[in-house]
């Protein structure tokens, strides 16, 4: 049986990255999207961190109690919380948690670390599909840390759940990145 569900915010909210049941949509008050630079990893990581102020979109998923196992060493770079405030259509409030990089969990990187547009197109993929156009403008205004050089690893993708975009998926990654002023691409060597 299953009794928590997992609040998705990033690469979670494209369904075709995991497999759980009733996965619907949902918004969470009180957290805000940002990317980190990490002492040891090759790209930025995406977390969101505590805004009174902010709400975003993302989705719940029902995590099977089965899978939790799984799905905490897939997040191994976050803590898990409980998550409150949370907005969404089920018929009774189920657990909700969180995966989130706080501060003292790791080290800083001396420099800003890459975003990784493979794991960037998976995410907006998922946002697209669950919010259309408007909510990937939301996903990127919602987001701090534009300002990141992006690595274009599409012909060689870092990110594992990699899914090709389309061009309609392409041009609204591409326009998105120039319009909230994104650095120029750097090619994978």
Avoid: C
């Amino acid at each position: 049986m299953t009794h928590a569900y997992v609040f998705g915010y990033g690469s979670l909210v494209n369904r075709h990255t995991h497999g759980y049941r009733d996965a619907r949509k949902a918004r969470i008050s009180g957290w805000r999207r940002t990317w980190r630079h990490l002492e040891g990893r090759a790209g930025a990581l995406l977390t969101v961190i505590e805004d009174r102020q902010s709400r975003i979109d993302g989705v719940i998923a029902a995590v099977p109690d089965t899978e939790w196992a799984a799905l905490d060493l897939r997040e191994k770079s976050y803590l898990k919380a409980r998550a409150g405030n949370v907005e969404h259509t089920l018929p009774r409030n189920p657990e909700v948690h969180i995966y989130h990089a706080p501060d003292w969990m790791h080290r800083p990187a001396q420099s800003t670390t890459p975003i990784v547009l493979s794991y960037l197109d998976v995410v907006v993929q998922g946002y697209l599909a669950e919010f259309g156009e408007a909510g990937v403008t939301q996903f990127f205004e919602t987001t701090d840390g534009w300002d990141a050089p992006v690595l274009n690893d599409r012909d060689a993708p870092i990110y594992g759940r990699h899914r090709p975009p389309n061009a309609k998926e392409r041009r609204l990654v591409g326009d998105h990145l120039s319009a909230f002023g994104a650095r120029n691409e750097i090619r994978r060597s």
